[in-house]
């Protein structure tokens, strides 16, 4: 079963990157400063905002044909309604949660499902002994 701190500071950083479009209130940031302002290095940054555009809360604006070249995103309105209302970090507890009461709620169906049965049989063996005349256990 998958537990919170499993891969939650990635989380962290998609929280943060998406924050700090929220907090600076420009409609262009560009990789350079959100690398800055978030602490990441260029080994982490890409990855990171790659996942923000497949998950459409950020886009890339086309890299400017003039200097300084500089790799442009902006945070989409489904980007600050998801940070908003939820975020990364929030969204992985709540499927963790999920999880685990759905794991629980399996075991319950599964073993009140066998206490059941074995609870079944025994009357079947009950009723059998006492109305057929087999008075071997009652």
Aim: proline share 4%; hydrophobic share 40%.
């Amino acid at each position: 079963m998958e537990t919170l701190t499993e891969n939650i500071e990635p989380l962290k950083q998609l929280d943060s990157i998406l924050l700090y479009f929220i907090e600076i209130n420009l409609f262009y940031l560009s990789d350079t400063e959100i690398q800055k302002h978030c602490s990441l290095n260029n080994l982490d940054i890409f990855p990171l905002l790659d996942r923000l555009i497949e998950d459409g809360y950020v886009k890339q604006v086309p890299r400017t044909q003039t200097p300084p070249f500089v790799n442009q995103f902006w945070l989409t309105v489904n980007g600050k309604i998801f940070i908003q209302n939820t975020g990364y970090v929030k969204q992985q507890r709540q499927y963790v949660i999920s999880n685990r009461n759905e794991y629980i709620q399996t075991l319950i169906l599964t073993y009140g499902t066998a206490a059941a049965g074995v609870y079944g049989v025994f009357e079947v063996l009950k009723w059998l002994f006492h109305h057929e005349g087999w008075h071997i256990f009652f």
